[in-house]
């Protein structure tokens, strides 16, 4: 946890800018390229909802639930791994981490991020303290069911920098665990160029099965439309005309 609740707590309203999730990567990429440049750009970020939309919501929601599940996998590479500590590494006093450290240390990381946050929520709402002493694991869970309980607040009404770091730091912890424990699921492949018919977003995406395999459908992750193959062929014939019209007169 980056942020305390005395450095952010603060009562004033806030107006809801661009959700400062991965949705808005390009938009960002073409701001810092807009800076350098000077030359302007056309596109719309996707606004925070006040401070996630309502997709990274949604994703912080899922991968925070996930937590427990996640620290039991790791739990199971740290007892399935080697104790091969490895050479020393070049330039370097410290050997490298062995297969059994990086899980070890990455549970210790969830547990202490999830109860600081736990921590702050209960302070910041004065609720009584978090019940100490407990083991690891168990404390871990009761994290995660107490932040579960209460992340509608932590959305929508704490403080947006607290908000911000909460989710990025969710984000992020999920993201690793599901590396080490191979449970990241596959990425869509973005339709770069072009945009959706229905909102105009590029945000149209190849949507895939559990596997990784595509379905042979297109999906847009802003507003859901579904496209088939044939009828995205026709849009993109037509998105590519120069001077379009999106609705028949």
């Not at 199971?76 to 050997?95: A, F, I, K, M, Y």
């Not at 009584?128 to 009404?157: C, E, K, Y």
Request: glycine share 6%; charged share 30%.
């Amino acid at each position: 946890m980056q942020v305390t609740s005395d450095t952010y707590r603060t009562t004033e309203t806030t107006t809801a800018g661009p959700c400062c999730g991965s949705c808005n990567s390009r938009w960002r990429r073409a701001e810092e390229q807009s800076a350098k440049t000077g030359e302007p750009h056309d596109l719309i970020p996707r606004a925070g909802d006040p401070v996630w939309c309502e997709p990274c919501t949604t994703r912080i929601r899922s991968s925070l639930r996930d937590m427990p599940e996640l620290a039991a996998r790791l739990q199971l590479e740290v007892e399935n791994g080697t104790d091969n500590p490895g050479e020393h590494v070049s330039g370097s006093r410290e050997r490298p981490l062995h297969q059994r450290q990086v899980p070890a240390r990455l549970i210790e990381e969830i547990g202490n991020t999830l109860t600081s946050w736990e921590d702050d929520v209960r302070d910041a709402r004065s609720f009584s303290g978090r019940r100490v002493g407990r083991p690891p694991g168990i404390a871990l869970t009761r994290a995660t069911r107490f932040l579960v309980n209460h992340l509608d607040w932590l959305m929508a009404q704490h403080d947006p920098a607290a908000t911000e770091a909460f989710g990025a730091e969710i984000l992020d912890l999920h993201r690793r665990a599901s590396r080490i424990t191979k449970t990241d699921e596959p990425r869509p492949v973005v339709c770069n160029g072009v945009p959706c018919p229905k909102c105009d977003m590029m945000a149209l995406e190849r949507e895939l099965h559990t596997d990784g395999s595509e379905t042979g459908y297109i999906c847009c992750r802003y507003c859901a439309v579904l496209l088939n193959h044939d009828e995205y062929e026709r849009w993109t014939k037509l998105a590519a005309e120069p001077h379009r019209k999106r609705v028949p007169a």
